[in-house]
T-cell receptor, first 113, second 113 residues
Framework: TQLLEQSPQFLSIQEGENLTVYCNSS?????LQWYRQEPGEGPVLLVT?????EVKKLKRLTFQFGDARKDSSLHITAAQPGDTGLYLC?????????????FGRGTQLTVWP | SQTIHQWPATLVQPVGSPLSLECTVE??????LYWYRQAAGRGLQLLFY??????ISSEVPQNLSASRPQDRQFILSSKKLLLSDSGFYLC????????????FGNGTRLTVT
């Protein structure tokens, strides 16, 4: 069962453009994490959002957690080629003390110079 | 600082052959350990997780197994590989519960021929 739907699946843009990636679910999560993965490597954590409505900024990246804690978005301003990669969202299961994570399929972002 | 080592980086094995992938973590005690598989175009599928030595939980029934012989060592095995076992295998660790992020190794690209 795919609990987290990410869109778009692929995104190809020019350097300097803005973009938004979405992560949606019908389930409520205790927290949501965003990772970036480069080819041949493991994902690396970008941010964790915990509170409904929370907004976090990481340089040109802005992450938002939905008020109902069912969805999240990632907005990148003035994208650069170094932003290229697979962006994965992962929701933590509220019912699990381990914080079991459910991953979306990811958005493959390519930024052309 | 904590580090995670995963090997081999790439592996080509014939159908029906055995498999052993190893993962070790340094710099932390009693980590939660995970094995994920990532197929092309898909997100991460949790295969096994462990909260302590000898404690293994399986998420997906299949011909793979996992063992944790030492606190910071996690092994993924198979007695007979199937073509469908091909994929990118990632080991990860976390500490505590709840919102703890996952720290991934660099993965093993397994091709079953």
């Amino acid at each position: 069962t795919q609990l987290l739907e990410q869109s778009p699946q692929f995104l190809s843009i020019q350097e300097g453009e803005n973009l938004t990636v979405y992560c949606n679910s019908s389930s409520v999560f205790s927290s949501l994490q965003w990772y970036r993965q480069e080819p041949g490597e493991g994902p690396v954590l970008l941010v964790t959002v915990v509170t409904g409505g929370e907004v976090k900024k990481l340089k040109r990246l802005t992450f938002q957690f939905g008020d109902a804690r069912k969805d999240s978005s990632l907005h990148i301003t003035a994208a650069q080629p170094g932003d290229t990669g697979l962006y994965l969202c992962a929701g933590a299961d509220r019912g699990s003390t381990l914080g079991r994570l459910y991953f979306g399929r990811g958005t493959q972002l390519t930024v052309w110079p | 600082s904590q580090t995670i080592h995963q090997w081999p980086a790439t592996l080509v094995q014939p159908v029906g052959s055995p498999l052993s992938l190893e993962c070790t973590v340094e710099g932390t005690s009693n980590p939660n350990l995970y094995w994920y598989r990532q197929a092309a175009g898909r997100g991460l599928q949790l295969l096994f997780y462990s909260v302590g030595i000898g404690q293994i939980s399986s998420e997906v029934p299949q011909n793979l197994s996992a063992s944790r012989p030492q606190d910071r060592q996690f092994i993924l095995s198979s007695k007979k590989l199937l073509l469908s076992d091909s994929g990118f295998y990632l080991c990860a660790w976390s500490v505590g519960q709840g919102y703890s992020p996952l720290h991934f190794g660099n993965g093993t690209r397994l091709t079953v021929t």
